[in-house]
């Protein structure tokens, strides 16, 4: 499918297909950030709050867990016992202002089926660590406002994800933003999301105990107010089986639309938030669309196969979010289970990538990144007669980008090392030739000058960038680059003023749009 400007589809189609990858990230049923969208939409109708705020509302909804993979490494490693997605569902339906609760579910339930030594330390890291909730609402709010501004969204959606964890009482952060100083916008995103959740977790009358509760507290009163006056039509418009019509038809006008370009963008975002779920991982799909892009040109591909094929790219490892980072950071073997985990990322790819129709042409090539000439790849084991060109290059371009990069078992290969175990695949029958040839050539091929930094950056500003990213502490960026910890603190906070952001998760993201991970 080639876009035109006649052609052009609605920007809520193909953001909306691609945020069921968030419930995956999330632990959540399939459609949780549809439904939550809904119900935003009829809040803001039933509180009068007019077309615009009522738009905001619906963007910020959906966009707001576009950040949720940025804080993945810690609440793998740090809080989670190797589950980041389950520490995200314990803690998506916490009030800390109900503290024997929110101190139950973290104690019974953070880290289920991990060893018991690794859940109690991660249990009691975080009810000890004061600055765990500040330090995953920056990580979010920096991806998620980095993201929006990647999609072209307007200012005021910005300024409204970069409050989604703020509360009413202003107890929330990173800001402890209070009352009306908070977004309208991210203020009915608050109620809709919790009366989501209490809806799938309690049912509809625990749902409206839920927000009266919360009200005036976590919750904007009137707004919660709003919710209850009209709940039994909400509980209608979100029940029955799949909302996805529902969903597109609840976008207030003007419906955005989004033409080729824009649809690129809605790809590149998605792949820098697939990517966020390891410190492994930081921009790999870039690199491999990168990668395809300039082998499939090579190779003498059709433009618009080429169009779709650097998508394909840049969302073929979406269903990645589906898998504990735990798995993904594991330096050893992995087991059955955890390998059978590992296979099944590639199903959800393509089921994510296809709910939008216009999806699908990349859709089909994205699943069969992991396939195999011979085969042997994975998850549908198809053979070199089933693969078209396009995916053959996909896959050399994935093996390749991933030797180039480190992994838990590894460091980087070099181009040299890596060109050996291309050809090594290519001997045993599962790279197909031409495609790792085109993909080789396109890895070597000359580079134009690089332009200055972005933000005034250095060389050295840079460098310890790309190793904050890649999740490296000061002590252990400082022996790689052979300064101290105190010179290496004092670099993070020029670079964090410089390039405005304030975590991990959003130095990860600015190096991946700025391509300063080479």
């Not at 963008?265 to 870039?286: E, N, P, Q, R």
């Not at 979010?321 to 790819?349: M, N, Q």
């Not at 859709?363 to 007669?385: F, L, M």
């Not at 290059?393 to 994935?398: S, V």
Request: net charge neutral; aromatic share 6%; hydrophobic share 45%.
């Amino acid at each position: 499918m080639a876009y035109a400007p006649e052609r052009a589809v609605p920007l809520a189609e193909l953001v909306g297909g691609l945020a069921l990858a968030c419930d995956l990230a999330n632990g959540m049923p399939p459609e949780k950030v549809l439904r939550t969208a809904i119900i935003a939409t009829r809040i803001a109708a039933a509180a009068r709050l007019g077309p615009d705020a009522t738009r905001d509302a619906y963007w910020v909804t959906i966009l707001r867990f576009l950040g949720c993979t940025a804080f993945s490494h810690e609440e793998a490693h740090v809080y989670g016992a190797g589950d980041d997605t389950g520490t995200r569902r314990v803690m998506a339906f916490a009030d800390f202002a109900q503290p024997a609760r929110t101190l139950r579910q973290i104690a019974t339930k953070i880290g289920r089926g991990g060893a018991v030594l690794d859940r109690a330390r991660a249990v009691a890291t975080l009810l000890t660590d004061r600055a765990a909730v500040e330090k995953h609402a920056r990580a979010q709010c920096d991806s998620s406002v980095a993201m929006a501004r990647i999609l072209g969204l307007s200012r005021p959606i910005q300024e409204a994800i970069a409050q989604v964890c703020e509360r009413f009482d202003g107890q929330g952060k990173p800001q402890g933003a209070r009352g009306d100083a908070i977004a309208l916008a991210a203020r009915v995103l608050h109620v809709a999301d919790v009366a989501e959740l209490a809806h799938h977790r309690m049912g509809e009358e625990g749902a409206l105990a839920e927000i009266a509760r919360r009200a005036g507290g976590h919750l904007d009163p009137a707004l919660a107010r709003a919710f209850l006056d009209d709940a039994p039509a909400i509980f209608d418009a979100i029940g029955g089986g799949s909302v996805w019509e529902r969903f597109l038809s609840a976008e207030p006008a003007p419906i955005a639309f989004a033409d080729a370009d824009r649809a690129d963008d809605v790809a590149f975002a998605f792949a820098c938030f697939a990517d966020l779920k390891s410190v492994y991982t930081v921009g790999h799909s870039v690199r491999v669309a990168a990668l395809a892009t300039e082998a499939a040109r090579a190779s003498g591909l059709p433009t618009d196969a080429v169009r779709d094929l650097r998508r394909a790219a840049l969302l073929h490892d979406l269903g990645r979010v589906s898998v504990p980072t735990g798995i993904w950071d594991k330096p050893g073997a992995l087991g059955f289970a955890e390998w059978e985990r590992v296979r099944l990322h590639a199903y959800y790819t393509e089921r994510i990538v296809l709910r939008a129709p216009a999806w699908a042409p990349a859709a089909r090539i994205a699943a069969a990144a992991h396939e195999r000439v011979d085969g042997t790849g994975y998850p549908s084991a198809k053979g070199s007669g089933s693969l078209p060109q396009a995916a053959k290059i996909l896959a050399a371009a994935d093996v390749l980008a991933a030797l180039l990069e480190p992994r838990p078992h590894r460091p980087a290969r070099g181009l040299g090392d890596a060109a050996r175990v291309l050809d090594e695949e290519i001997a045993a029958g599962r790279l197909d030739r031409s495609a790792a040839h085109a993909v080789l050539i396109a890895a070597g091929a000359p580079r134009p000058p690089r332009p200055p930094h972005p933000c005034g950056l250095s060389d050295r500003e840079v460098e310890v960038l790309r190793l904050v990213a890649r999740g490296k502490t000061n002590k252990e960026i400082g022996q790689l680059l052979e300064i101290s910890a105190r010179t290496v603190q004092n670099h993070v906070a020029h670079i964090y003023d410089k390039i405005g952001v304030y975590s991990r998760a959003g130095a990860a993201l600015f190096v991946t749009e700025h391509a300063l991970l080479e």
